[in-house]
RNA sequence: UCCCCUGUAGCUCAAUGGUAGAGCGGUUCGCUGUUAACGAAAAGGUUCGAGGUUCGAGUCCUCGCGGGGGAG
């Protein structure tokens, strides 16, 4: 079968909507962040412990498959859905991400977005010519191609339910012209990717790029409209503020029928200003990252605008603390664990850590966008937007200490 | 009782007689299509004590004190 959107209800006063992508492995209720796992598994968390929290589908990474264990082998095992044992719904990235984050990303020692301090410039560990990009892959060093032709070969192979078309990714450092120049190349990359790609029963995302340039950014959603039925937004920004008007103006120019997939983006925040704007679902790795550098989500009124949702099991104050990670969430990790447990097994470095604050973030954000695509059926999405994201007196976690 | 070794950051240890450092820990900060069980920063010292030699002592000498080992 053809992967399939459909819209089920509209929000009245906002462009939010929910919808339902079906695919051959199962459908997607949109809604809905995607977790995701590169290697062809949410790091540290069990497909056992995905089905159970409610994810839907997954999002691995073409660049990281091919280089290891091989597109072939994957193949052989009946696809990636069916190699992980998870059986649902999956998404491939394309590989164009790490032409940026192994190429100009690691030269401006920056990320796709822009932050206060810069990263210490590196040199890059691929080349970028009109045809494609050749890598030097960060495992071993070895010489790899990635072109739009390759990566969609890739793809099909892996089988994944959702890909995405191979793209040029921008320096948020760019100027008009550069920025120009890229998107230029991601267009005709794009053009590529679609003659390449022949089997039916994938949905082919385009992505819209033209960095914080409104020009640019209307120029590239009108092109992705054109020519592809799904369309992820990508690219780079200067901050949020810059990616809620990018979604807008992209938005604007996109037809409505069409899944809006926003590549690589996940905060909290993040989640219910794009949603509002009309963006269908999310991939990101904060909940695994943050997980395991010892951070966990907080809803309100612990977790707010001002500490951004996270908080640091490692912060001695929860040595002796009894309540969960979340009051209210009904994780595995928070069902059965204590603050002071979860404090304990970081400190000590133990693997079990990473695994159950992981589990407890990935919850979080599915959740989060499950309960956002009820309030939208319910026509409340705005004033559960305002729930989560008014300014709170609680500035600290309220600890469990008795 | 004698002999040998030893004492430097919270811990384990560096430092030709020439500006006292590292790793770990603790603290703080960061992480948005994963090069990431990661990265960054700041803090932390009467070099066991008291004398002495020297332009200059963590380093050499003397005497204490603490720790380890050996002999009797």
């Not at 497909?47 to 929290?53: A, N, S, T, V």
């Not at 503020?241 to 925040?269: C, F, Y």
Request: proline fraction near 4%.
């Amino acid at each position: 079968m053809t992967p399939t959107f459909k819209i089920i209800l509209k929000s009245s006063k906002t462009k939010a909507r929910a919808g339902v992508i079906k695919t051959p492995h199962g459908d997607i209720e949109t809604p809905a962040f995607i977790p995701v796992g590169t290697n062809g598994t949410v790091k540290s968390v069990s497909p056992r412990d995905l089905k159970e929290m409610g994810a839907q589908v997954v999002l691995a990474n073409t660049y990281h498959l091919h280089l290891r264990p091989g597109e072939d082998l994957i193949k052989e095992f009946g696809g990636l859905s069916k190699f992980m044992s998870w059986g649902d719904p999956t998404m491939t990235d394309s590989g164009g991400f790490q032409v940026f984050s192994l190429g100009v990303g690691l030269e401006h020692g920056v990320g796709k977005l822009l932050r206060e301090e810069e990263g210490e410039a590196k040199p890059r560990l691929n080349k970028i010519t009109k045809e494609g990009v050749t890598f030097q892959s960060h495992i071993d060093g070895s010489k790899q191609y990635l072109s739009p032709e390759v990566s969609i070969e890739i793809q099909e192979k892996i089988g994944a339910d959702l890909i995405v078309a191979f793209d040029d990714l921008e320096s948020p450092k760019y100027n008009h012209e550069e920025t120009k120049k890229s998107l230029e190349l991601t267009e005709d990359w794009l053009i590529r990717s679609i003659k390449a790609h022949k089997r039916k029963d994938q949905l082919l995302y385009g992505v819209t790029h033209g960095g914080s340039f409104k020009d640019l950014r209307i120029k590239s959603a009108k092109f992705n409209d054109k020519h592809f039925n799904a369309i992820a937004l990508g690219g780079a920004h200067k901050n949020k503020q810059d990616m809620a008007k990018i979604v807008e103006w992209t938005i604007a120019n996109i037809s409505e029928n069409k899944p809006r997939h926003m590549l690589g983006i996940g905060e909290v925040d993040d989640i219910f200003e794009l949603i509002e704007r009309g963006i269908d679902t999310f991939d990101c790795v904060i909940p695994t990252r943050i997980g395991r550098t010892g951070f966990f989500f907080a809803s309100p009124p612990f977790g707010n605008i001002k500490n951004r949702f996270r908080m640091d099991i490692a912060k001695s104050k929860f040595a002796k603390d009894k309540g969960p990670l979340a009051d209210d969430c009904l994780c595995y990790t928070c069902q059965n664990f204590t603050r002071a447990y979860l404090y304990h097994l970081f400190r000590s470095r133990e693997l079990l850590a990473y695994s159950l604050i992981s589990t407890h973030n990935v919850h979080f954000l599915v959740n989060l966008t499950k309960q956002i695509r009820e309030a939208i059926i319910k026509d409340k999405f705005q004033s559960l937007k305002k729930k989560w994201l008014k300014k709170s007196k609680f500035d600290s976690a309220l600890l469990n200490v008795s």
